[in-house]
């Protein structure tokens, strides 16, 4: 074991240390031992001593495993390569105690034994193994059911919040929905030939607890288009302090229903008089606050499906982009074949016109929504103006000149 | 750097057994790139490839997108993993004896 007095210093605050785990696997595994003793090198020097990223893989997959190796091979052996494994992840993060522990046992014998559970895309992640194991920790995977995620300029794994399988709010099953868009796009996923990555996130309702909207370039978010389904009388025993706000998951006792509710709704479309809530469901944006705070008493309604948003992504330059509303609402039924459709008709549009490593967000930024939603067959909807009454302009294209001149009265 | 003998030839090669320098390419590099990726017989189609790649290569400095090796060549992606198991980057460039495309994580 190296000595590594900086690192230990992690290990001294009140929190879980990543330190003391990693010093437990490195009793029994030399490339976890010599992590660490990179690591403390790392803190030393003040700079990274990993080499820029490689590339590794097994036959047939152009994605899945990154390769990393140290520019220390001679100090420090063990993470001479140290290439992760993209594990896809089942729906949802849902394993038996089973499966993980197949999946344990085999990167037990394949690698380091290092896992992050989960990775930000999605996948479980194997951390550190060399390359002459890649194939038999692939083989074994397989034999087991379990396949590689994306990586590179691919699709990549899709991920869901647990939606119906654990919330009553989930608009449409999310977890269907990412196993099917899993399926569909497998040959996207393991041959990258986009001009960057392209990430599916479905959330089962605006609260977005996958953050599909700031994290997914394909943010597929839960809504409902009826009324938020009201029950008076657990709206009283709210304001009555029988029922405890968020199912007692705040410091309060008691709910303000016009203090913490009524007056904190962002567009002001409800009103309460002490016995009866009232919302304005044309004006409700669907935001959850007032769902989430009295769960006993509202709930989305029943007409439901999603809205689809493009385009969240972090560029260095220009700073963190949302996703940006293009379909207001899908009905969300299998086999979602216009959600594929759509998918692979943006995805076609973007490496047309994208340049390498654009991401899709950034291409309809830069082509206009005019020339997006054209690109991708889309309806432009008025729901896709960012602040209404403030765009006053909508440029036309020639056709529509033509159209006019020829009779049209209407865009329809 | 590692050094590869085959064939009375020596490569030096980056850690992902990348040529470092194009002008080290010739065909016993290809045929000992050929056997490390499991090919069996090496084809026209096999050719077009590795000279779109090495034209494109010399032209611009970079390894071109996957989009422009198949609109070029005519080859469906599906095909090109068809011809090159390990894909057209880790396969392909490698034979044509490009340096190693930046890949990202
Ligand atoms: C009959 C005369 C004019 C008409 C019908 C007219 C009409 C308009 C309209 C429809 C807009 C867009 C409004 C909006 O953003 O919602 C506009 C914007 C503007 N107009 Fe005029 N305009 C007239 C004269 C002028 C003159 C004389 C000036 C300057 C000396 C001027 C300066 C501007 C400016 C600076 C804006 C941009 C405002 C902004 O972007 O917020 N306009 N005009
Ligand atoms: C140093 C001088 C000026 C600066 C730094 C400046 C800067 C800007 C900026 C940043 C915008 C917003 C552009 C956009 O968001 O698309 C703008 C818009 C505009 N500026 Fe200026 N401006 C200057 C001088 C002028 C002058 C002298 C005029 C008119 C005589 C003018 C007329 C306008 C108009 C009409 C717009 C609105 C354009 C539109 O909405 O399409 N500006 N200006
Ligand atoms: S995003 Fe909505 S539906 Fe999904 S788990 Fe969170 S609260 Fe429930
Ligand atoms: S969901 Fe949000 S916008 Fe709609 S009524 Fe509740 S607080 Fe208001």
């Known amino acids: 074991m190296h000595k590594t007095p900086l690192l230990d210093q992690l290990e001294s605050g009140p929190w879980p240390s990543f330190i003391k785990d990693l010093k437990r696997v490195a ?78 046992d085999i990167w037990d014998e394949h690698g380091s034994s290092i896992l992050n559970v989960h990775g930000s895309t999605g996948d479980m992640i194997f951390l550190g193994t060399t390359t002459p194991e890649l194939e038999p920790c692939f083989a074994k995977l397989t034999a087991k059911g379990w396949d590689l995620g994306g990586s590179g300029s691919a699709m990549r794994s899709p991920s869901c919040c647990v939606g119906m399988a654990r919330c009553e709010w989930s608009c449409y099953d999310t977890m269907d929905l990412c196993y099917e868009a899993t399926q569909n796009f497998q040959f996207e996923m393991h041959r990258p030939s986009f001009p960057y990555k392209f990430k599916i996130k479905c959330s089962g309702c605006p609260n977005d607890c996958v953050a599909a909207v700031a994290r997914a370039d394909m943010s597929v978010i839960g809504v409902w288009k009826d009324d938020i ?80 948003l493009l385009g969240s992504h972090a560029p260095i330059l220009e700073g963190a982009q949302m996703s940006w509303v293009i379909v207001p609402f899908m009905e969300m039924e299998t086999p979602y074949e216009p959600f594929m459709d759509l998918v692979a008709n943006i995805t076609e549009w973007w490496s047309e016109n994208g340049k390498n490593r654009e991401r899709v967000g950034e291409l309809m930024l ?24 403030a765009n006053p302009f909508f440029f036309w294209h020639e056709e529509d000149f033509e159209a006019e001149a020829a009779g049209r009265k209407y865009i329809k | 750097m590692a050094t590869i003998e085959y064939k009375g030839k020596t490569f030096s090669v980056d850690e992902d057994g990348f040529l470092e320098n194009l002008d080290q390419w010739c065909q016993e590099w290809v045929d000992y790139v050929k056997d490390s990726e499991g090919i069996k017989e090496l084809t026209d189609e096999h050719w077009k490839v590795i000279n779109m790649l090495q034209d494109y290569y010399k032209k611009n400095g970079i390894a071109p997108m996957v989009r422009i090796l198949s609109k070029v060549t005519g080859f469906k992606l599906k095909h090109i993993y068809e011809l090159f198991p390990s894909g057209p980057g880790k396969g392909a460039c490698k034979m044509a004896g490009l340096a190693k495309p930046t890949g990202c994580v």
């Not at chain 1, 031992?33 to 097994?58: C, F, M, N, P, Q």
């Not at chain 1, 929504?369 to 008025?382: D, S, Y």
Request: one cysteine or more.
């Open chain 1, 229 to 308: 389904r009201i029950d008076q009388a657990a709206v009283k025993a709210y304001a009555g302090g029988e029922l405890k706000p968020r199912g007692g998951a705040t410091p309060y006792a008691k709910l303000d229903v016009q203090a913490d509710v009524v007056a904190l709704c962002p567009t002001a479309c409800m009103a309460f008089d002490g016995k009866t809530l009232k919302i304005d469901n044309k004006n409700c944006n669907h935001c959850m606050h007032c769902i989430s705070l009295m769960p006993q008493a509202l709930r989305p309604g029943t007409e439901t499906g999603a809205t689809l």
């Open chain 1, 366 to 389: 830069r082509l206009g929504m005019r020339a997006f939603f054209k690109g991708v067959g889309l309806e432009p909807p008025p729901q896709t103006v960012k602040t209404p009454r």
């Open chain 1, 27 to 104: 009793a029994r595994k030399k490339p976890a031992a010599d992590l660490l003793g990179l690591l403390e090198r790392s803190y030393k020097d003040k700079i990274t001593h990993w080499k820029h990223g490689g590339i590794v893989g097994v036959l047939g997959y152009g994605s899945g495993i990154i390769g990393r190796y140290t520019d220390l091979p001679e100090e420090f052996p063990g993470v001479e390569h140290f290439h992760t494994v993209r594990v896809n992840q089942p729906s949802g993060w849902f394993y038996t105690t089973k499966a993980l522990r197949e999946l344990c």
